[in-house]
C-alpha cells in the first residue's frame, strides 16, 4: 500500500497554484487565485500520510515551501498545529 500518488496529487495541485500566483504581475491577488493556492495548501496541509513514504514526501516538499515555513522574515500560512496534525497518523477507516 502506498499514498504517493495522492500526496504527489496534493503537491502537483499546490505547485500548480504558487506557479498561478508566481506568475502575476506586481499588486494585488485575486481574490480567485489566492483562494486557490490556499485551498490547496490546506488540503496538502491535513492529508495525514498512512506511509513513512508519504511522511518523507510531504515533509520534503513542504520544508522547502514558504507557505508552509515562512520565509524571507514572512510569516507561515500555517500554524504549528495545523501542520503537526498533518503528520499524526492518519485516523482509521470507520
Do not use: N, W
Not at 60 to 84: H, N, S
Amino acid at each position: 500500500m502506498t499514498d504517493r500518488p495522492t500526496i504527489q496529487a496534493l503537491i502537483d495541485a499546490h505547485k500548480a497554484a504558487m506557479e498561478r500566483y508566481d506568475a502575476l504581475p506586481e499588486g494585488d491577488v485575486p481574490d480567485d487565485i489566492d483562494a486557490e493556492m490556499m485551498r490547496a495548501g490546506k488540503a496538502l496541509c491535513a492529508y495525514r500520510p498512512a506511509t513513512i513514504e508519504g511522511v518523507h514526501l510531504k515533509a520534503a516538499y513542504m520544508i522547502d515551501c514558504f507557505v508552509f515555513v515562512g520565509g524571507e522574515g514572512g510569516d507561515p500560512d500555517f500554524t504549528r498545529a495545523q501542520l503537526v496534525s498533518g503528520f499524526l497518523p492518519a485516523l482509521p477507516s470507520t
